[in-house]
């Protein structure tokens, strides 16, 4: 029985360099007692903010050496942590640098209220002042959120309780990641292995049905044994969006969420209609597969193999890396110089490793290394994983070196787009470099279910996640029962006639970390379809819009940066555009196949 390595034991050439932020943890500790002289330096404006824009300036750059700290210190305790999730020590730091962010937001909620006080004609002087001039955008931003700023008092008391809002994530990663126990399942080749976040899609992926039925039935047994401890943290999470949406006056959980990136609600609900309007091509694809797999319908754990198995691509960790850097030559040599540095300098932790974070991410804080966590597992989505989160972390990269902290955390809405335009890249320089038809459709293939998965899977799981905030906001419990028979209902929506509505699919949501991420995953459906459209550009030798793109941080509001790049999310235009080419790329792989 194969069982993977523990951390500790990984060659070190295939583990992440955090040295480069503490070399030690006796230097987070100096860091750690560090912060409360920062807080000290950030208390000392309280009720001096209106005395002049100088003044206020000066509050705003002790604010930003503050929270630089605390990004700092909190992305070390996690990436360590991440390593091994059941290592205690790890997790304290964690738990510490948790608990002390709650106590500080909480000593510094008078700071934005504060500002609310200062009379509407006074600010807007302020906002004119050359003092303030750097913080425009800020000051414009403030001026919106006005109506949604509590009193201090008030906010106080949020900023207290932020870590308890935040306790029912901290419970589903221990449960999720740490706590779980799959069962023992055979692969293609008859040999036991215990199933594992980590190989649940490579198995998935298997051309042996068995294998891919084994998987998928054993995966669900245990969320299903498990469902109501899961509904009952999912509903928390939900529960707490709900309530803060509530107390900051808006209309909705939802509301309140796109607010942050003055993403109008409509972007989301346009995003969803859209969708609906344009599934037949999708129904079209998944009846096709059946046919191409000789099954009169799919049932769910069909869906992931590849229709060309014999071209399927184990890749070894060098020649992935080989062709993500040929792949990205086009963006230009000060782009992959920069790529270089990401192997170089030991900013990725590859291999899957006992307690390891399941998944993959990419996490940095200022000026520091952009570190990616991989479960790096040799199929060809895994590939296209390490472009992925390339994408993320040379974006912060670019982002960090060419602006001041209070400006270089880009939000998330555009975070997606940089992402999967280099899995773009790399499916276009694959196909464009093999004569071999089946590997050309095997690769077709695998954008099509790019964009299956990217546009309308997360688009499905936005559906599902607007749809239980409307249920807690109308007083409905999320009981297991609740929120699997709304699964259930939604995935046979979106896969249609040709798939089986397999039943265990309906615990499918419970394994769905993003659900605890507060209307983050419809980002995913806007950030391919934009990838697709700059894609094309960079292939056509423009990059300097995109490389402005990444460099734009968070200098101007989301929808201004991606309509400055040619793609306008107000309209259906960029979600209709990538259906069309989802649509496309079906035809060209039913020629491929004739």
Known sequence: MKEPK??????????????????????????????????????????????????????????????????????????????????????????????????IEGDTAWFEPEIMKIDKKKFKEFAKSPELKFYALTMKRLEADRPHTLSEAEERVLGFSSEVFGGAYKTFSMMNDADLKFPIVRDAEGSELRLTHGNYIKLLESPDRTVRRDAFKGMYSVYGQFKNTFASILDTAVKSHVVDASLHKFKSALE?????????????????????????????????????????KLDMYDIHCPLVPDAAMEIEWNDAVRHVKDALRPLGKTYCSILDKAFQERWIDIPEAQGKRSGAYSSGCYRCPPYLLLNYSGTLDSVFTLAHELGHSLHSYFSDQANDYHYAGYKIFVAEVASTTNEILLQRHLVARTDDPARKAYLLNHLIDTIRGTLFRQTMFAE?????????????????????????????????????????????????????????????????????????KILDGETEGYLRFLKAGDSKEVIDIMKDAGVDFTTPAPVQDAMTIFAEQVKELKKCLK
Do not use: C
Request: aromatic share 12%; no cysteine; glycine share 4%.
């Open 6 to 103: 523990k951390h500790s034991e990984l060659p070190v050439e295939m583990t992440w360099d955090l040295s480069k932020m503490y070399a030690t943890t006796d230097e987070w500790e100096k860091d750690f007692r560090k912060i409360d002289g920062l807080v000290r330096n950030v208390q000392k404006f309280r009720g001096h903010l209106a005395d002049s824009p100088a003044t206020l300036a000066k509050a705003f750059q002790a604010e930003d050496k503050l929270g630089f700290l605390l990004e700092k210190l909190h992305t070390f305790a996690h990436l360590r942590s991440d390593e091994d999730t059941g290592n205690s020590e790890n997790r304290g730091r964690v738990d510490r640098i948790l608990s002390k962010s709650a106590k």
């Open 256 to 296: 309140a969420s796109l607010f942050e990136d003055a993403v109008p609600v409509s972007v989301y609900e346009s995003l969803i209609s859209t969708v609906h309007d344009n599934i037949n091509p999708l129904y079209d694809y998944f009846k096709f597969r059946a046919r191409r797999l000789g099954l009169k």
């Open 464 to 536: 599902f996640e607007r749809d239980i905030h409307q249920m807690a906001e109308n007083g409905e419990p999320l009981t297991a029962d609740a929120l699997s028979s709304r699964y259930f209902e939604l995935n046979k929506r979106y896969h249609g006639p040709g798939v089986n509505p397999d039943s265990d699919i309906q615990f499918e949501w419970a394994r769905i970390p993003h659900f605890h991420y507060d209307f983050y995953v419809y980002k995913y459906a806007t950030g391919i379809s934009a990838a697709l459209a700059l894609s094309k």
